[in-house]
């Protein structure tokens, strides 16, 4: 099969961060939309992780919610975004570790529910520990410094788009040198063959816990990053909605490559944001709407899109 | 010869079916075994027992005078036991030379998140792999596109690039087109005598079994009715009559 190549797929993702960073100037307003949608991308990359060893998580807000609740308590301690960024996201690999160990033992619809099941349970704590987490009303995140340097609104906007931008970079080539592994090949193999993993020496389980634990420190610096440039945190963070955002937005970007969850990410997002501006309450119809779409014509989401017309643009 | 594999009174059932009942074997090391019997005899099930994927209600077996019984499969692998399937496990959306990659990588240093699979040193092994099956041509081939005996060949490729010192093949010819049933023994046959593997198979044409087998098990309703060498079993008139399905007479050719 001709698929775009590594060179290839790097030079659209560094077209596509100009894109960005160009768009950023000419409406500075669509920054801030930008970082959520890139940080949203770094969690589906989580997921499309899991996808390749054909298991969906249905409860990763999880993660995204506990990494932004740790920036929302450790910020007055440690007002630093490029300290509380790590610490987060470790914290979420490590909560990913814990809870990676039991829900490995199980595929597919297990799957996918216990993931849910957990982060009902994790949503339903922050929502009932008031005087901890005050409840549904969330805390309020201070901005942090960055490096060192107290900056103003709009430097640290451009701070935390900049941040974003380079750890999805960072991300997505990392994770396509890990899918090209024996560990990452395996995933597949966890798809379609998993007897024949163990009947050559390999924990099907412990190659899945790995993807996992990645996926949720994927998760945790979408959190992270969330909660700075919101500067506020609620338990809607970890709902069971914001998991399926996670999940229909891999399908919408495509689980072909790395590039896909990003694609993914930012069209759901500028959608989002111009729909609800145009057409009030009809976000939801729209949504599902563009949903059908890809399921029926574009089965590999947008990423399935451009691959097609790079390979027409390669034959012509 | 020594003693490779030792099975003692295997028992297993399901409900009321006697997979296994009262198995005593030993394989030999270096011979090649053939376990002949009919359909649901119990002789897939012997590999599944031995490989660890299911686990007999009684008996003992131990594999180079140690008890492996109650190991799960990925460990029975390393201390050097293999296997193929019946039905070939390959990963359908990967080509052969990944699915031979995989199965060097998982013998050589699986875990590392950093290296490609197709890195140079299992990118050459797995084609060396391939080359001594006769797979080479069909190296760029995704494996759901091959041909019964291609997949049979990459699946037991699969289990070499193991190094096991017993490999255990799952009906190694069957769905296979008659025609090209003794290139893959004769592929077998060298490899296997070239690694110095020892090996089980199940297989049921005889013309196979004749051409490989040093001995012959016959297995029937989870027992083993008769063992001893290939010439010698495939000539007994009982179980010619029983388990072959042919009258008892000279082998015509
Ligand atoms: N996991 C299982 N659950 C229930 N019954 C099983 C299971 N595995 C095997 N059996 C039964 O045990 C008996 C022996 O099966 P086995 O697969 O070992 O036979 P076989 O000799 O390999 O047959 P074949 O030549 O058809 O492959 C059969 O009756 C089969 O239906
Ligand atoms: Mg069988």
Request: net charge positive; with cysteine.
């Amino acid at each position: 099969m001709s698929r775009p190549g590594g060179k290839q797929e790097a030079l659209l993702a560094l077209a596509g961060a100009a894109a960005l960073v160009a768009i950023a100037f000419g409406a500075p307003w669509l920054k801030f939309v930008l970082t959520i949608a890139l940080a949203k991308g770094l969690a589906v990359l989580g997921i499309l992780l899991l996808l390749r060893a054909g298991q969906v998580s249905f409860g990763h807000a999880l993660y995204v919610a506990f990494a932004a609740y740790v920036v929302a308590f450790l910020a007055p301690l440690v007002p630093e975004a490029l300290v509380l960024l790590p610490l987060a996201a470790l914290g979420a690999a490590l909560l990913g570790l814990v809870i990676g160990l039991f829900v490995s033992r199980y595929r597919e619809i297990f799957f996918g529910m216990m993931n849910l099941a957990l982060s009902m349970v994790f949503y339903s704590l922050l929502e009932k520990f008031y005087h901890f987490t005050r409840g549904t009303d969330g805390i309020r995140v201070q901005p942090p410094r960055v490096a060192g340097m107290a900056l103003t609104r709009d430097g640290y906007e451009w701070a935390l788009f900049g941040i974003a931008l380079g750890l999805c970079l960072v991300a997505g080539w990392l994770a396509r040198i890990y899918l090209a592994s024996p560990m990452g090949q395996a995933l597949s193999a966890i798809k379609t063959r998993e007897t024949r993993l163990e009947f050559m020496g390999i924990s099907a389980r412990a190659a899945l816990l790995f993807a996992y634990v990645a996926s949720a420190f994927l998760a945790g610096c979408a959190g992270a990053i969330i909660a700075m440039t919101t500067r506020h945190v609620t338990p809607l963070l970890g709902y069971w909605t914001a998991s399926g955002e996670l999940v229909f937005i891999a399908v919408l970007g495509g689980a072909g490559a790395v590039l896909g969850p990003f694609l993914g990410a930012i069209a759901f997002e500028l959608v989002r944001v111009y729909a609800a501006a145009t057409l009030a309450d009809s976000w939801q119809l729209i949504l599902g709407s563009v949903l059908l779409g890809v399921i029926l014509f574009a089965s590999r989401g947008l990423w399935g899109v451009i691959e097609a017309l790079l390979r027409r643009g390669r034959r012509a | 010869m020594s003693v490779l594999l030792s099975a003692r009174g295997l028992r297993l059932a399901f409900g009321g079916v006697r997979a296994a009942d009262g198995i005593d074997l030993d394989v030999m090391q270096g011979e090649f075994l053939a376990i002949i019997g009919p359909n649901g005899a119990g002789k897939t099930s012997f590999i599944n027992m031995t490989t660890g994927y299911l686990r007999p209600q009684a008996g003992s077996i131990a594999f180079d005078g140690q008890p492996i019984l109650g190991l799960p499969p990925r460990k029975i692998v390393r201390r050097g036991i293999a296997r193929s399937f019946q039905l070939p496990q390959l990963s359908g959306e990967h080509t052969v030379l990944e699915n031979a990659a995989l199965a060097v990588a998982a013998h050589a240093g699986f875990w590392s998140p950093w290296r490609a699979l197709l890195r140079p040193e299992y990118r050459r092994d797995a084609e060396a792999l391939l080359d001594s099956f006769g797979l080479l041509p069909l190296a760029h081939a995704r494996a759901d596109a091959l041909n019964e005996g291609a997949r049979k060949l990459t699946d037991i490729a699969m289990a070499v690039a193991l190094k096991p010192r017993l490999l255990l093949m799952d009906e190694p010819t069957s769905g296979v087109a008659a025609s090209e049933k003794m290139a893959i023994v004769e592929t077998l046959v060298r490899v296997l005598r070239q690694a110095g593997v020892t090996a089980v198979f199940v297989e049921h044409d005889m013309d196979v079994v004749a051409r490989f087998a040093d001995r012959v098990a016959v297995w029937s309703q989870g027992q083993i009715l008769a063992l001893g060498p290939a010439a010698q079993v495939l000539e007994d008139p009982e179980v010619r009559r029983e388990v072959i399905g042919i009258e008892a007479g000279p082998l015509l050719p």
